[in-house]
C-alpha cells in the first residue's frame, strides 16, 4: 500500500511535494456519554484525554500504515490504548518501522489496488473502524493516483460494507475540490493535478465515500510537515483553506480523536496549525463543523 501523500505548502506562491506518500459498546464519561457502534469488542480499558474517559479496547484497521503519517497514525493509536491492525505492502519494513514488540499491533499484508475481496481479508470481522492513510508514490505511471487515491480508496470502503465496518476515516488533502473554491490557478492545485489529476482522484474517493452509507470523517490536511507541532490546531469546513501547513503528528492526532467523538460523525473537515490560534478541545473543534 503506498505510503500517504505530503503536500508541502508555504503562504507565499512557492511549494514543494513529497509523497511517502457491530456490536453496539457503551462509551461511558463523566462529562458526557455516547455510543461507538463496533464490529467485535475486545476487553482490556482504556484511558483517554481531554473530556474523554474510559473506553473498552478496540481494534482499528489502519490502510497505509508504514506512510509517515500512517505510522504517526499507529503509533498514537497505540498510545491512546487501541489495538491496532496495520497494513502494509511489504512486513519486513513494516516490523523495523512500526513499534515492536506491542502486543495490540498486528501486522498483515494489504495492497488497496488489489480489489475488496483481499481487503476484506486483511481487515477481518475483529477491526472495529478503518483509517486510510494511504497515498500514491511517485512514478512514471500517471494512473498511480487513480489507482491508490480513488479505487483503492473505493476498495476500502467496499470492504468495510462486506464485513459490516461501521466507522471509516480517510486522510485526504486541502484543495482537493479547488475548481469550485476558485483555486484553479493556485500553483499546489496545479502542480498536483499535472501528476495525474491526484487531487481529482481524491475528491471523487471522497464523494463516493460520502454517498456510501457508512459513518465517516474525513480530514484535509494543510501541507503536511515532518517536524514536530508548532501553533494549535485550527479546523474549518470543507473547501475553506487553501494554504497552510500542519505538523503530521497532529494530524494522526485528529485521526485518533475522531474515533472518540460523535461530534465528527459524517463531517469532511480541513485542518492547519497557526501559532496565533488559541487552544481548543476536539470536543469544541469537530463540534464547530457542520455535518452532511
Not at 224 to 251: A, F, H, K
Request: positive net charge; aromatic residues 8%; glycine residues 8%.
Amino acid at each position: 500500500m503506498a505510503t500517504a501523500t505530503g503536500l508541502f505548502f508555504l503562504r507565499t506562491s512557492a511549494f514543494s511535494f513529497t509523497s511517502k506518500p457491530h456490536h453496539v459498546t457503551l462509551f461511558y464519561n463523566k462529562i458526557h456519554s455516547f455510543r461507538l457502534r463496533a464490529a467485535n469488542v475486545e476487553g482490556s480499558e482504556v484511558e483517554g484525554k481531554e473530556e474523554v474517559g474510559i473506553s473498552e479496547k478496540r481494534k482499528i484497521f489502519v490502510a497505509g500504515a508504514t506512510g509517515s503519517t500512517g505510522k504517526r497514525i499507529v503509533e498514537q493509536l497505540l498510545a491512546k490504548g487501541f489495538a491496532v491492525k496495520a497494513g502494509v505492502l511489504d512486513i519486513d519494513k513494516a516490523k523495523s518501522t512500526l513499534p515492536g514488540q506491542n502486543p495490540h499491533l498486528q501486522i498483515v499484508k494489504a495492497d488497496v489496488t488489489e480489489g475488496s475481496t483481499r481487503l476484506a481479508d486483511a481487515i477481518g470481522n475483529d477491526s472495529d473502524a478503518v483509517i486510510c492513510a494511504t497515498g500514491f508514490r511517485r512514478s512514471l505511471d500517471f494512473l498511480a493516483p487513480w489507482k491508490v487515491d480513488n479505487f483503492g480508496t473505493v476498495n476500502l470502503v467496499e470492504a468495510c460494507r462486506t464485513l459490516g465496518v461501521k466507522r471509516f476515516l480517510l486522510i485526504s488533502s486541502i484543495l482537493v475540490n479547488g475548481a469550485a473554491m476558485g483555486q484553479l490557478l493556485n500553483p499546489a492545485y496545479v502542480f498536483l493535478n499535472v501528476l495525474g489529476l491526484t487531487l481529482i482522484a481524491k475528491l471523487q474517493a471522497e464523494q463516493y465515500i460520502r454517498k456510501s452509507g457508512i459513518n465517516y470523517t474525513i480530514i484535509r490536511p494543510g501541507g503536511l510537515r515532518n517536524d514536530p507541532p508548532q501553533g494549535n490546531i485550527v479546523m474549518e469546513q470543507e473547501d475553506t483553506l487553501y494554504e497552510g501547513s500542519i505538523s503530521r503528528d497532529q494530524v494522526a492526532e485528529v485521526a485518533v480523536e475522531a474515533l472518540l467523538y460523535p461530534e465528527s460523525h459524517y463531517k469532511v473537515v480541513e485542518i492547519v496549525a497557526r501559532t496565533d490560534a488559541p487552544k481548543r478541545s476536539f470536543k469544541e473543534l469537530f463540534g464547530s463543523i457542520k455535518q452532511h
